[in-house]
């Protein structure tokens, strides 16, 4: 952990909070190199073999990680969300059909699906001969980030997943989402936007490993008993809901994401919670709400925006009606008890 904390402490962070220049590669079906960050270049990577389901895998939450393959071009596609950052040296990074060449200091953010480099060396062409790199890479789930670092010198690849860290922090996890989903729109500024992202997200992530919070799993992990996977209804339901709660989530979504017909799981969702879906959903999000009131120092209408709910006064008033406080008075009365 000592080797990941110097890294945040003396590249990623200062990265982050310097307004320099762009960093940010996001993967797309289609790239254009103009749309790239300075320095890096990209040269077309071509898919020869055949996509490969994989099948009867789970992972965290019983949900599946790995949904495909394409073990003749070294690609995979997953569920999760992952952002790998240079940290040292150049490395050739496969992103679908492109092959995107970056130097110390770019991040790469690999939204749910996008096909993507499976296994290191994370070079190619004459780096395989004399380059290397260092990448720190990271997945988000639902209410937990794993990280770890590897690094590839010509064709040997090291240290890969050798150091696992699991972090449970629900806001980082919350903050990485919206980031896929701000970079994934690609509106007017969205580049500003994921700089400050970045920033909050790798804050909290160093403030967790220097007060120990963490857990290191070693070079074999198993990710269902440290997550407490839920195997029942409510449980998967809670874990779909806390990994998505930044997003907008109708009954058809959670409906299909857990196998049902639309009626099957209202009648199900009264059943177990004594509730129906929106109200389960709203109580989710403002307990999370209320989490980001008294651990951080962002503003409401950006806990309303991590919490899911676009409108800051339809927040407050979704607040008061389950706390019977606002947002601000809730926050005031949780600073008064502390003192």
């Known amino acids: 952990m000592n080797q990941l904390l110097h890294l945040l402490q003396s590249k990623i962070i200062p990265w982050t909070t310097s307004n320099a220049h762009s960093r940010l590669i996001v993967a797309r079906p289609k790239m254009s190199a103009a749309a790239l960050p300075a320095g890096v270049t990209l040269s077309p990577h071509s898919i020869k073999g055949k996509r490969v389901e994989i099948r009867n895998r789970r992972d965290h939450a019983n949900q599946r990680l790995f949904l495909a393959e394409w073990p003749q071009d070294n690609l995979h596609e997953i569920t999760s969300p992952k952002l790998s950052c240079v940290v040292e040296g150049s490395a050739d990074y496969l992103l679908g059909k492109y092959s995107v060449h970056c130097g110390e200091g770019n991040f790469i953010l690999i939204p749910p699906r996008a096909p993507h480099h499976r296994a290191g060396p994370f070079l190619e062409g004459a780096s395989l001969q004399n380059g290397s790199c260092k990448l720190l890479q990271t997945y988000a789930y639902s209410r937990d980030i794993l990280l770890w670092v590897c690094s590839s010198r010509g064709h040997q690849h090291v240290d890969e997943k050798k150091d696992n860290f699991l972090i449970s922090n629900g806001e980082a996890a919350q903050i990485f989402h919206l980031l896929v989903e701000e970079a994934g729109k690609g509106r007017d500024g969205f580049e500003a936007v994921c700089h400050h992202l970045l920033a909050a997200y790798f804050s909290l992530l160093m403030r967790d490993i220097s007060e120990g919070r963490y857990t290191q799993l070693g070079p074999k992990f198993n990710l269902k008993p440290l997550m407490a996977a839920s195997d029942n209804f409510s449980g998967q339901l809670q874990d779909y809901i806390e990994a998505n709660l930044n997003k907008h989530i109708t009954i058809d979504d959670a409906a299909a994401h857990l196998y049902m017909s639309r009626s099957q799981f209202c009648r199900r969702v009264r059943r177990d919670t004594g509730g129906t879906f929106v109200e389960l959903l709203t109580h989710f999000r403002i307990e999370s709400a209320q989490h ?45 008890m502390k003192k």
């Open 292 to 336: 980001m009131l008294r651990e951080t120092d962002w503003t409401v209408t950006l806990i309303s925006k991590l919490s899911g709910i676009q409108s800051p006064t339809y927040f407050q008033e979704l607040f008061r009606r389950q706390t019977g406080l606002s947002a601000g008075e809730y926050r005031q009365k949780y600073a008064a």
